[in-house]
């Protein structure tokens, strides 16, 4: 797994474990920053050094066979070189990439140079990207809904599992969530889930990282797609407070697979 340090491990690599061992696997965790924030909003992020992020995934990988790989928050264009250089060396393996560019609260954690540098480098060697709407319309800003932003995404390599989020502005919430799968050349799959109340920090951490243990553990991408949810939505609904009106995913509870 690679991805921030989070102080409250409501999301990151905190998040990541929890999910990941919950789901029966283990990981093994490479940072790539350090996030100042509180229960809120990130108020700064701190970049890890590439070549230690490197030196670290290298060391970890050469004792410990690697099934998988998760991918969260990038914090600098260096960190992204470090992951390729690690992915060159681990072809083939299930990479499942969640595009952590904004905080929930909505502060930019990424400029649009690294935003541009991962969709053209990283995305088309995933297996499947996980953003939710508005990191969507990051990542394909040039087009005008999310349809057409995702299936330009899988023009270009990975399958894209759109996940429920805010309504955007001008929207209203309705009763449910939907999260679509865009596949090339295949008619989307879309799930319904009823729309629990309040906000939640960490629960696209949760998702992306129950989906890689699926994946490693040899599931099919659909069905990946659907334990992951059923986990997710299940850890949201036994949620505890965090503070400032957030809530965490109580993942433990959670591990059956649905």
């Known amino acids: 797994m690679f991805a921030g340090l989070d102080p409250s491990n409501g999301a990151g690599l905190g998040a990541d474990l929890e999910a990941i061992r919950a789901g029966g696997g283990w990981a093994l965790s490479?940072?790539?920053?350090?996030?100042?924030?509180?229960?809120?909003d990130v108020a700064r992020v701190v970049p890890v050094d590439p070549g230690y992020l490197l030196e670290a995934a290298l060391r970890i990988s050469a004792d410990v066979p690697v099934a998988a790989v998760k991918v969260g928050l990038l914090s600098s264009l260096g960190t992204l070189e470090a992951l390729l250089s690690f992915l060159d060396l681990h072809p083939g393996l299930p990479l499942v990439v969640d595009p952590v560019f904004k905080a929930?609260?909505?502060s930019e954690l990424s400029g649009q140079a690294l935003v541009a540098a991962c969709r053209r480098r990283l995305l088309p060697r995933a297996t499947i990207t996980t953003p939710n709407r508005c990191e969507l319309a990051r990542l394909a800003?040039?087009?005008?809904?999310?349809?057409?932003?995702?299936?330009?995404?899988c023009t270009e390599g990975p399958a894209v599992l759109v996940t429920g989020t805010d309504p955007l502005p001008g929207e209203t919430a309705g009763d449910t969530i939907e999260h679509v799968l865009h596949r090339a050349g295949s008619s989307p799959l879309r799930w319904q889930w009823p729309r629990l109340p309040g906000r939640y920090h960490g629960s696209g951490c949760t998702l992306a990282s129950r989906l890689a243990v699926a994946l490693a553990a040899g599931e099919s991408l659909e069905r990946a797609c659907e334990i992951a949810q059923r986990f997710t939505w299940d850890a949201l609904a036994a949620s505890h407070a965090l503070g400032r009106g957030q809530r965490l995913p109580e993942r433990?509870?959670?591990r059956r697979a649905p």
């Open 30 to 40: 490479v940072p790539t920053a350090l996030t100042v924030q509180d229960t809120h």
């Open 141 to 153: 800003a040039e087009y005008d809904d999310d349809a057409s932003r995702a299936m330009a995404l």
């Open 104 to 106: 929930g609260g909505g």
């Open 252 to 254: 433990w509870p959670a």
